[in-house]
């Protein structure tokens, strides 16, 4: 039977049973792990995208959780964690290999490009199947220096989550959906005046010339409406 923990025993919580000196092993393992963890990550090479893949995310995971453990375990040898280190990137390298080269293998693990907005409406059958809600979108956007979505000619979002964004020209732009913030608490489902309304789903703008209505949007079936703007 093991002895009974006494609370804020500071010797165990800070040194357990181990001696003084084995802080210097840490240390050690410590410096050793990093500069393994370093020269695998140099290794596998720098992907410029904004988040990661999967293969980088698999393999990041797979390098802490191999990095951490010989770090101050004393029981976990160096030599096991740098198998654990050559044998995953062994696996990464040969799965970006096959999926560079193999577009069916490449579509079914990192995804497709999917358009979620054209001409200032979002596409709600497309949008709808992606992991991704409007307030993230509409943030997003206004990172893009997005107002409202008549700006928007086209946006896609990429199998690394990136959106890219493709505007209107100057010219070009019309009345749409506001998507900043305050002008989006701005909602009802009576049209209060005769004027341009932006659904508040999808982006899709009617013209109303009578006050009073509770219209239900054309092209998706919410009734929330706000002031479309130029």
């Given at each position: 039977?093991?002895?009974?923990?006494?609370?804020?025993?500071?010797?165990?919580?800070?040194?357990?049973?181990?001696?003084?000196?084995?802080?210097g092993?840490?240390?050690?393992?410590?410096?050793f792990?990093?500069?393994?963890?370093?020269?695998?990550?140099?290794v596998?090479?720098?992907?410029e995208v904004r988040?990661?893949?999967?293969?980088?995310?698999?393999?990041?995971?797979?390098?802490?959780?191999?990095?951490?453990?010989?770090?101050?375990?004393?029981?976990?040898?160096?030599?096991?964690?740098?198998?654990?280190f050559?044998?995953?990137?062994?696996?990464?390298?040969?799965?970006?290999?096959?999926?560079?080269r193999?577009?069916?293998?490449?579509?079914?693990?990192?995804?497709?490009?999917?358009?979620?907005?054209?001409?200032?409406?979002?596409?709600?059958?497309n949008?709808?199947?992606?992991d991704?809600?409007?307030e993230?979108?509409?943030?997003d956007?206004?990172?893009?220096?997005?107002?409202?979505?008549?700006?928007?000619?086209?946006?896609?979002?990429?199998?690394?989550g990136?959106?890219?964004?493709?505007?209107?020209?100057?010219s070009?732009?019309?009345?749409?959906?506001?998507?900043?913030p305050?002008?989006?608490?701005n909602?009802?489902?009576?049209?209060?005046?005769?004027?341009?309304y932006?659904?508040?789903?999808?982006?899709?703008?009617?013209?109303?010339?009578?006050?009073?209505?509770?219209?239900?949007?054309?092209?998706?079936?919410?009734?929330?409406?706000?002031?479309?703007?130029?």
């Amino acid at each position: 039977m093991s002895d009974p923990v006494h609370p804020f025993d500071w010797e165990r919580i800070f040194i357990h049973d181990f001696p003084w000196s084995y802080l210097g092993e840490v240390a050690f393992r410590t410096i050793f792990m990093f500069v393994v963890l370093l020269t695998a990550l140099t290794v596998s090479g720098k992907r410029e995208v904004r988040q990661l893949s999967i293969y980088e995310l698999v393999l990041l995971i797979g390098l802490g959780s191999a990095a951490g453990d010989p770090m101050f375990y004393h029981d976990v040898p160096l030599a096991s964690a740098v198998v654990v280190f050559a044998v995953m990137m062994g696996c990464y390298k040969l799965a970006t290999f096959i999926s560079d080269r193999n577009k069916t293998v490449r579509d079914v693990l990192e995804g497709k490009p999917v358009y979620v907005i054209e001409n200032g409406c979002i596409l709600t059958q497309n949008f709808n199947k992606e992991d991704l809600g409007l307030e993230e979108l509409f943030s997003d956007l206004r990172v893009e220096g997005i107002e409202q979505l008549g700006q928007v000619r086209t946006a896609i979002l990429e199998p690394n989550g990136q959106l890219s964004v493709f505007q209107f020209k100057a010219s070009e732009v019309r009345r749409g959906l506001p998507i900043l913030p305050n002008d989006l608490k701005n909602q009802f489902s009576h049209i209060q005046q005769p004027g341009d309304y932006a659904c508040c789903t999808c982006g899709n703008v009617q013209s109303f010339n009578t006050s009073g209505q509770q219209p239900a949007c054309p092209h998706c079936p919410e009734t929330s409406w706000v002031k479309a703007v130029r």
